[in-house]
Nanobody, 119 residues
Framework: QVQLVESGGGLVQPGGSLRLSCAAS????????MGWYRQAPGKQRELVAS???????NYAGSVKGRFTISRDNRKNTAYLQMNSLKPEDTAVYYC?????????????WGQGTLVTVSS
């Protein structure tokens, strides 16, 4: 019905950059918020950043000033530009979006993309 597909993860050295993408597809009428979460081994999933359709942005304190979230409403796609990456940013990054569809509303999650920051 609705799919979120992430891309852009990989291995990067400390101080490097990566750009994640999340493309939503399906019977989508509206996506109020698109968010990026991450889960490191042995830790709980945490919110990294979110952006509303109007452009209101929220960042976790640990990434503020280093990560930038953006979205293209016409393409139902969100991006996460990650700069000055640190080893503690290593995690599986998930895209999330509460989506209004032609048949109702649902909370959609992507399959996750692994980001590894290591020298």
């Amino acid at each position: 019905q609705v799919q979120l597909v992430e891309s852009g993860g990989g291995l990067v050295q400390p101080g490097g950059s990566l750009r994640l993408s999340c493309a939503a597809s399906g019977n989508i009428l509206r996506i109020y918020v698109m968010g990026w979460y991450r889960q490191a081994p042995g830790k709980q999933r945490e919110l990294v950043a979110s952006i509303t359709e109007g452009g209101t942005i929220n960042y976790a304190g640990s990434v503020k000033g280093r990560f930038t979230i953006s979205r293209d409403n016409r393409k139902n796609t969100a991006y996460l530009q990650m700069n000055s990456l640190k080893p503690e940013d290593t995690a599986v990054y998930y895209c999330n979006a509460p989506v209004v569809t032609t048949t109702g509303a649902l909370d959609a999650w992507g399959q996750g993309t692994l980001v590894t920051v290591s020298s």
